[in-house]
């Protein structure tokens, strides 16, 4: 596996730190030590996983000749947050499409990440209805561009294809690096697993470095067997692409659903219970849409003994932070 062969922009410039969370370990028994890969500490604006991705993506965009990037997401996306972060420093434009997931959710005014998307100065946002297909509409704001003779580039939601995935490829591999040189072994990772790319690649990673090590996905809006297809799907694909033997085994690829609630991006008590815990223990924010629901799934894992007395459990915090703030009467 060489990742040096593929175009970055170079936006990770330090590893992220792995942190011991003691309160927080106590608060849930003390039997299991919680450690936290701080990915919502990355650079571009108030951080979060989609840094890693865009990193290569945006890169291709401008191998690719560039000069406007399209992406999409939910009506708070994170993902969108930065692709317009990076496209605003990198000097590009950038358009956005957001899928109104659940009904009557989008409003102008809201906070969270919808008023950093006014502030940075998105090119425009478009909303569809949930379920519309995003390739379909990103391709129509892309004419629309052409025509004026724009160079659009489309970023598929999340940076969840092969080019996205490899930041995580990299990540795993930042993340055994970092064990090593704090000699401390750990016995199994657990991340949010959304629109797979974090996940996929964190697998690609720990399989291409025989790390041993476990990895749980815990899913924030998909049921375990169509999530697992999607993770599987993308692990295949991102393999090939580094370098990575192929087939990778079925069981590499595990998600839990328990955790979901009624649908992406609904609260539920766990996450809010998660959110709270974290904060109060470890003055650590998470998110009420990926962050806290996996962080949810983690506590409830630990309560229920699935972890060995004595293990050591690496909890990958993707950020999302802003979001906290367009959610504040849950809590
Ligand atoms: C996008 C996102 C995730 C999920 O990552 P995927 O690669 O889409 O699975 C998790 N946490 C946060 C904060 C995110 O924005």
Same mark, same amino acid.
């Given at each position: 596996?060489?990742?040096?062969?593929?175009?970055?922009?170079?936006?990770?410039?330090?590893p992220?730190?792995?942190?011991?969370?003691p309160?927080?370990?106590?608060?849930?028994?003390?039997?299991?030590?919680?450690?936290?890969?701080?990915?919502?500490?990355?650079?571009?604006?108030?951080?979060?996983?989609?840094?890693?991705?865009?990193?290569?993506?945006?890169a291709?965009?401008?191998?690719n000749?560039?000069?406007?990037?399209?992406?999409?997401?939910?009506?708070? $996306?994170?993902?969108?947050?930065?692709?317009?972060s990076?496209?605003?420093?990198?000097?590009?434009?950038?358009?956005?499409?957001?899928?109104e997931?659940?009904?009557? $959710?989008?409003?102008?005014?809201? $906070?969270?990440?919808?008023f950093?998307?006014?502030?940075?100065?998105?090119?425009?946002?478009?909303?569809?209805?949930?379920?519309?297909?995003?390739?379909?509409?990103?391709?129509?704001?892309?004419?629309?561009?052409?025509?004026?003779?724009?160079?659009?580039?489309?970023?598929?939601?999340?940076? $969840?294809?092969?080019?996205?995935?490899?930041?995580?490829?990299?990540?795993a591999?930042?993340?055994?690096?970092?064990?090593?040189?704090?000699?401390?072994?750990?016995?199994?990772?657990?991340?949010?697993?959304?629109?797979?790319?974090?996940?996929?690649?964190?697998?690609?990673?720990?399989?291409?470095?025989?790390?041993?090590?476990?990895?749980?996905?815990?899913?924030?809006?998909?049921?375990?067997?169509?999530?697992?297809?999607?993770?599987?799907?993308?692990?295949?694909?991102?393999?090939?692409?580094?370098?990575?033997?192929?087939?990778?085994?079925?069981?590499?690829?595990?998600?839990?659903?328990?955790?979901?609630?009624?649908?992406?991006?609904?609260?539920?008590d766990?996450?809010?219970?998660?959110?709270?815990?974290?904060?109060?223990?470890?003055?650590?924010?998470?998110?009420?849409?990926?962050?806290?629901?996996?962080m949810?799934?983690?506590?409830?894992?630990?309560?229920?003994?699935?972890?060995?007395?004595?293990?050591?459990?690496?909890?990958?915090?993707?950020?999302?932070?802003?979001a906290?703030?367009?959610?504040?009467?849950?809590?």
């Open positions: 596996m060489n990742l040096a062969k593929f175009s970055r922009r170079g936006y990770v410039t330090t992220t730190p792995i942190e011991a969370l309160s927080f370990s106590k608060a849930l028994g003390g039997k299991v030590n919680i450690f936290i890969k701080r990915d919502d500490l990355l650079p571009g604006c108030a951080g979060g996983n989609k840094t890693r991705k865009l990193d290569f993506c945006i291709d965009a401008l191998d000749g560039a000069d406007t990037i399209i992406t999409c997401g939910a009506v708070q $996306s994170n993902h969108c947050r930065l692709t317009l990076w496209a605003v420093k990198e000097g590009l434009d950038c358009h956005l499409v957001l899928e997931r659940v009904k009557g $959710s989008y409003s102008p005014e809201a $906070s969270g990440n919808n950093l998307f006014h502030l940075m100065g998105v090119k425009s946002i478009t909303v569809v209805p949930g379920g519309s297909n995003m390739m379909d509409e990103m391709q129509k704001v892309a004419s629309g561009l052409k025509a004026e003779g724009k160079t659009p580039y489309i970023i598929p939601g999340g940076a $969840s294809n092969t080019i996205g995935a490899t930041g995580y490829v990299a990540c591999q930042e993340t055994l690096q970092q064990l090593f040189d704090m000699g401390l072994k750990i016995d199994h990772m657990v991340v949010p697993s959304g629109s797979a790319g974090t996940h996929a690649g964190i697998v690609v990673g720990m399989q291409g470095n025989n790390a041993g090590i476990p990895v749980s996905g815990i899913n924030v809006s998909r049921t375990k067997a169509d999530q697992e297809a999607l993770v599987y799907k993308l692990v295949e694909a991102t393999a090939e692409r580094v370098g990575v033997a192929t087939p990778i085994a079925k069981e590499t690829v595990e998600c839990f659903d328990g955790y979901v609630g009624p649908g992406y991006s609904l609260p539920t766990s996450m809010v219970e998660a959110v709270k815990l974290l904060a109060s223990t470890e003055a650590i924010l998470l998110d009420p849409v990926y962050s806290g629901k996996a949810a799934g983690m506590i409830a894992l630990v309560r229920k003994g699935h972890f060995a007395e004595g293990s050591n459990v690496l909890f990958l915090h993707t950020g999302g932070s802003p906290l703030y367009a959610y504040q009467n849950i809590f």
